[in-house]
């Protein structure tokens, strides 16, 4: 088994100066051939994977930091950090470097960290060490200077960094700061300040570590309270100590841990509020404090994962009904601060770290929580719930199965978030955003498991639509009612915006389970009633849901558009658009657009049957004529079926198509109608059949014949327009080698049949009005198959 002192993490530092986990291996030093030269190799412990092969460089900088870390610099903005499970291990990776670069194993940091010019260097080097003034009152100013003359050069940066070090200088400083206060010497305080300032910014773990003491600390916050630049002084330590509490909602029985908690919590507070800003040059100087605070972090949580008693106690009050508000309050904060120090967590340790939760047995407790009152304490819940769901979805999918063999609809968990989601009090429904995307997360098949003994898929659509789909959909059924929306305020139009994108997102990716409850509900028809609000997103989103079931090209979808008229809320959205070119105009002439280019035929029949009457005098796009031109073609084959017949065996030789895969329980549902043919599919009469192959080909070479001639005379009167100094057409001409053509001008017309009318450019509806007559009456030629844009 492998050593486990030699068990390390590998961190990047990041854009943001965040450290990056970058998996956990065993760490080991060797002479690498391609390298030339003696290597740091990491391997990770799940596959035995590189992670990290780095030359020990003699120029390099390595630091070493509480005794477990090992930090240094690859290029100019890539830092790595090597994190030891034991002290042993980095002690002994930390004699090889040293060994490498000829250093003593005592010190914590090997080299200069960037180049400085041969003459200064030369000065620095012939000097033995820095030698710091007495620590006395009356010397701070000459302190303050040498500190910060020393920071731009780090050479002088290190040598006063282990004269600090050494001499136990900032205990003395400190010393002084308690008579500067004392005596009220604000000359005094301000050089204290300029000094401390410049100690964080030496970046040394080492100083950190005296300053982060237990016993210095407060001292260290007190001298940066005397900012020169502010005319009065911060009460930082006031707030620490009065105003910021430690609430400990489960007593910590280790006090090593309870001091880290401390610790770190001072540490964050001078960093984001008691240091000042830092410039851009003296960004990179404090990269220790940060990977300070992120390996405080780490400990944190690991300690407390460790702590069976401590979590134990923790979950038994939070669902215990005797626990008050107030404290059951302090112990979701608790949790959530918890969870969100998880995410500091390599991903191994995150995995154990939320497999501890779920043991713990963190889902009943968010289900108690979520149906308190208080909605400070479920804004908590919802953000700890977030956690988990973005963690691992399958876990919560697979609790709230089981839970609804015990409980009834009303209090399962999913059905507190839908709940919670339509109940949203706040205006812009900041809440209900959140808790749609954890809803579209736990339906999104894409994240679903499959195994050979059970499909979550499977499972879980079935539970989410007999137990949960009916609660998502009662806001949207209790408005839908009449022929406009009951309410249509801006908050409810937003809400029922919001159920309809997860209802768009369920027709996309659930098949025939949406599919059998749109149809068996009738939830289509109240979608359209939405088409009437006065709000435009709410209308559009009801469109884009009817767009999405169109674009399935279902028929059992299109058979119950039909069936239901479906078409008609969107006609009369759009007369009552009226000549307005905006969003709206255009999304539904898009949808219809759509019909006419992928030959829909059901649809495109039922659109030309029952409302060509209102949409024939639409001609500033040609989308409607080339409908009811589809339409004309459409009823040509059907009369002539030996022709249609003979086109498609032509078309199927062409253009094969893979049959489509169909999940198993799908393709049984289908199987119900199977009797039920396809509107206007090519089908061979069945007194074709009997025919030899001379029959069939005889009139199949005479029809390609026929098609030939047409396609170089279409050509001819297509050039002889052009070179008349007719305006070319703006939208696109469709040549098909198996449509006849029509071609139309004002002065004169050569009727072919089978194309009576003209299509506009697909999907580019111009302005109202803005196409002349005698553009929308040039020619066009219909494609069937193929298209060719001139």
Same mark, same amino acid.
């Given at each position: 088994?492998?050593?486990?002192?030699?068990?390390?993490?590998?961190?990047?530092?990041?854009?943001?100066?965040?450290?990056?986990?970058?998996?956990?291996?065993?760490?080991?030093?060797?002479?690498?051939?391609?390298?030339?030269?003696?290597? /740091?190799?990491?391997?990770?412990?799940?596959?035995?994977?590189?992670?990290?092969?780095?030359? &020990?460089?003699?120029?390099?900088?390595?630091?070493?930091?509480?005794?477990?870390?090992?930090?240094?610099?690859?290029?100019?903005?890539?830092?790595?950090?090597?994190?030891?499970?034991?002290?042993?291990?980095?002690?002994?990776?930390?004699?090889?470097?040293?060994?490498?670069?000829?250093?003593?194993?005592?010190?914590?940091?090997? =080299?200069?960290?960037?180049?400085?010019?041969?003459?200064?260097?030369?000065?620095?080097?012939?000097?033995?060490?820095?030698? /710091?003034?007495?620590?006395?009152?009356?010397?701070?100013?000459?302190?303050?200077?040498?500190?910060?003359?020393?920071?731009?050069?780090?050479?002088?940066?290190?040598?006063?960094?282990?004269?600090?070090?050494?001499?136990?200088? $900032?205990?003395?400083?400190?010393?002084?700061?308690?008579?500067?206060?004392?005596?009220?010497?604000?000359?005094?305080?301000?050089?204290?300040?300029?000094? $401390?300032?410049?100690?964080?910014?030496?970046?040394?773990?080492?100083?950190?570590?005296?300053?982060?003491?237990?016993?210095?600390?407060?001292?260290?916050?007190?001298?940066?309270?005397?900012? +020169?630049?502010?005319?009065?002084?911060?009460?930082?330590?006031?707030?620490?100590?009065?105003?910021?509490?430690?609430?400990?909602?489960?007593?910590?029985?280790? +006090?090593?841990?309870? =001091?880290?908690?401390?610790?770190?919590?001072?540490?964050?507070?001078?960093?984001?509020?008691?240091?000042?800003?830092?410039?851009?040059?003296?960004?990179? @100087?404090?990269?220790?404090?940060?990977?300070?605070?992120?390996?405080?972090?780490?400990?944190?949580?690991?300690?407390?994962?460790?702590?069976?008693?401590?979590?134990?106690?923790?979950?038994?009050?939070?669902?215990?009904?005797?626990?008050?508000?107030?404290?059951?309050?302090?112990?979701?904060?608790?949790?959530?601060?918890?969870?969100?120090?998880?995410?500091?967590?390599?991903?191994?340790?995150?995995?154990?770290?939320?497999?501890?939760?779920?043991?713990?047995?963190?889902?009943?407790?968010?289900?108690? &929580?979520?149906?308190?009152?208080?909605?400070?304490?479920?804004?908590?819940?919802?953000?700890?719930?977030?956690?988990?769901?973005?963690?691992?979805?399958?876990?919560?999918?697979?609790?709230?199965?089981?839970?609804?063999?015990?409980?009834?609809?009303? $209090?399962?968990? $999913?059905?507190?978030?839908?709940?919670?989601?339509?109940?949203?009090?706040?205006?812009?429904?900041?809440?209900?955003?959140?808790? #749609?995307?954890?809803?579209?997360?736990?339906?999104?098949?894409?994240?679903?498991?499959?195994?050979?003994?059970?499909?979550?898929?499977?499972?879980?659509?079935?539970?989410?639509?007999?137990?949960?789909?009916?609660?998502?959909?009662?806001?949207?059924?209790?408005?839908?009612?009449?022929?406009?929306?009951?309410?249509?305020?801006?908050?409810?139009?937003?809400?029922?915006?919001?159920?309809?994108?997860?209802?768009?997102?369920?027709?996309?990716?659930?098949?025939?389970?949406?599919?059998?409850?749109?149809?068996?509900?009738?939830? /289509?028809?109240?979608? /359209?009633?939405?088409?009437?609000?006065?709000?435009?997103?709410?209308?559009?989103?009801?469109?884009?849901?009817?767009?999405?079931?169109?674009?399935?090209?279902?028929?059992?979808?299109?058979?119950?558009? #039909?069936?239901?008229?479906?078409?008609?809320?969107?006609?009369?959205?759009?007369?009552?658009?009226?000549?307005?070119?905006?969003?709206?105009?255009?999304? &539904? !002439?898009? @949808?219809?657009?759509?019909?006419?280019?992928?030959?829909?035929?059901?649809?495109?029949?039922?659109? &030309?049957?029952?409302?060509?009457?209102?949409?024939?005098?639409?001609?500033?796009?040609?989308?409607?004529?080339?409908?009811?031109?589809?339409?004309?073609?459409?009823?040509?084959?059907?009369?002539?079926?030996?022709?249609?017949?003979?086109?498609?065996?032509?078309?199927?030789?062409?253009?094969?198509?893979?049959?489509?895969?169909?999940?198993?329980?799908?393709?049984?549902?289908?199987?119900?109608?199977?009797?039920?043919?396809?509107?206007?599919?090519?089908?061979?009469?069945?007194?074709?059949?009997?025919?030899?192959?001379?029959?069939? #080909?005889?009139?199949?070479?005479?029809?390609?014949?026929?098609?030939?001639?047409?396609?170089?005379?279409?050509?001819?009167?297509?050039?002889?327009?052009?070179?008349?100094?007719?305006?070319?057409?703006?939208?696109?001409?469709?040549?098909?080698?198996?449509?006849?053509?029509?071609?139309?001008?004002?002065?004169?017309?050569?009727?072919?049949?089978?194309?009576?009318?003209?299509?506009?450019?697909?999907?580019?509806?111009?302005?109202?009005?803005?196409?002349?007559?005698?553009?929308?009456? #040039?020619?066009? !030629?219909?494609?069937?198959?193929?298209?060719?844009?001139?």
């Amino acid at each position: 088994m492998t050593d486990t002192r030699r068990r390390v993490k590998v961190y990047t530092l990041n854009e943001d100066r965040q450290w990056d986990d970058r998996g956990t291996g065993h760490v080991s030093s060797g002479y690498v051939e391609r390298l030339k030269g003696m290597s /740091l190799l990491v391997r990770a412990e799940s596959d035995g994977s590189l992670l990290l092969e780095s030359k &020990i460089n003699p120029n390099t900088a390595y630091q070493k930091q509480q005794d477990t870390l090992i930090v240094w610099s690859e290029a100019e903005n890539y830092d790595l950090a090597l994190s030891f499970q034991e002290k042993a291990g980095c002690d002994e990776i930390w004699e090889k470097i040293c060994q490498v670069q000829g250093k003593d194993p005592s010190v914590d940091i090997t =080299q200069d960290l960037v180049d400085e010019s041969e003459e200064e260097r030369f000065d620095d080097m012939s000097s033995p060490g820095l030698e /710091l003034p007495s620590c006395e009152l009356n010397r701070l100013e000459e302190i303050a200077e040498l500190v910060a003359s020393s920071l731009p050069s780090p050479l002088r940066r290190e040598k006063l960094a282990l004269a600090l070090e050494n001499e136990g200088y $900032i205990k003395k400083l400190l010393e002084i700061f308690h008579v500067c206060e004392d005596l009220e010497n604000i000359e005094g305080l301000h050089h204290l300040y300029e000094i $401390i300032k410049g100690i964080f910014l030496l970046n040394r773990t080492a100083l950190f570590e005296v300053m982060f003491s237990e016993e210095c600390i407060m001292d260290v916050i007190g001298c940066l309270e005397y900012d +020169p630049s502010l005319s009065l002084s911060r009460k930082h330590r006031e707030f620490l100590t009065k105003t910021a509490k430690f609430k400990e909602v489960i007593p910590i029985s280790d +006090p090593e841990l309870k =001091q880290k908690i401390h610790q770190t919590y001072r540490v964050q507070y001078i960093q984001d509020m008691v240091l000042p800003t830092p410039s851009v040059f003296e960004e990179n @100087m404090l990269s220790t404090l940060h990977s300070f605070i992120f390996f405080n972090k780490v400990e944190i949580v690991g300690m407390l994962q460790e702590d069976e008693k401590f979590l134990t106690e923790l979950f038994a009050q939070l669902t215990d009904e005797a626990t008050d508000e107030e404290k059951r309050q302090e112990l979701v904060n608790f949790l959530k601060e918890f969870c969100a120090f998880s995410q500091t967590l390599q991903p191994q340790n995150r995995d154990a770290f939320f497999k501890t939760l779920s043991n713990m047995g963190i889902l009943p407790a968010l289900e108690v &929580i979520l149906g308190m009152d208080d909605a400070q304490v479920r804004s908590a819940a919802t953000d700890i719930f977030s956690y988990l769901v973005e963690y691992n979805p399958s876990m919560v999918r697979e609790f709230v199965m089981q839970e609804a063999q015990q409980n009834d609809d009303d $209090i399962l968990l $999913i059905n507190l978030i839908i709940e919670h989601m339509i109940c949203d009090t706040d205006p812009e429904l900041g809440g209900a955003v959140q808790l #749609m995307g954890l809803l579209r997360t736990l339906v999104d098949p894409e994240n679903m498991l499959a195994t050979a003994n059970k499909t979550e898929k499977t499972e879980f659509l079935g539970f989410f639509y007999k137990h949960c789909m009916h609660v998502l959909t009662a806001p949207l059924l209790a408005n839908t009612t009449e022929e406009k929306p009951s309410k249509d305020d801006f908050q409810t139009a937003q809400l029922l915006a919001l159920i309809l994108e997860l209802l768009t997102f369920c027709v996309e990716h659930h098949t025939y389970h949406i599919k059998n409850y749109i149809i068996n509900k009738d939830i /289509l028809r109240r979608v /359209l009633v939405l088409m009437a609000s006065k709000h435009a997103f709410l209308a559009l989103c009801a469109l884009r849901f009817k767009r999405k079931i169109i674009g399935l090209k279902d028929e059992f979808y299109n058979r119950y558009i #039909m069936k239901s008229f479906l078409f008609e809320p969107v006609v009369k959205a759009f007369l009552n658009n009226g000549s307005r070119y905006n969003l709206m105009n255009s999304a &539904i !002439i898009e @949808m219809f657009e759509f019909i006419r280019v992928e030959d829909i035929k059901s649809l495109t029949a039922h659109v &030309i049957e029952n409302y060509w009457k209102a949409l024939e005098d639409v001609d500033y796009v040609q989308t409607f004529k080339g409908l009811k031109l589809r339409y004309e073609q459409q009823r040509e084959r059907q009369d002539n079926p030996k022709l249609d017949s003979m086109r498609s065996i032509l078309r199927n030789h062409r253009y094969r198509r893979d049959a489509r895969t169909l999940e198993d329980e799908e393709e049984m549902w289908f199987n119900t109608d199977e009797d039920d043919l396809e509107d206007g599919e090519a089908v061979v009469p069945p007194s074709d059949k009997s025919k030899n192959d001379e029959d069939i #080909m005889d009139p199949i070479s005479k029809f390609m014949e026929r098609k030939k001639f047409k396609e170089s005379e279409e050509k001819e009167v297509l050039l002889k327009t052009n070179l008349s100094g007719r305006q070319s057409p703006s939208f696109k001409l469709s040549f098909s080698s198996g449509t006849k053509a029509n071609l139309t001008s004002q002065s004169s017309a050569t009727n072919l049949p089978g194309s009576p009318g003209s299509p506009g450019s697909p999907g580019s509806p111009g302005s109202p009005g803005s196409v002349s007559k005698s553009t929308s009456q #040039m020619a066009a !030629i219909t494609t069937k198959d193929v298209p060719y844009c001139l």
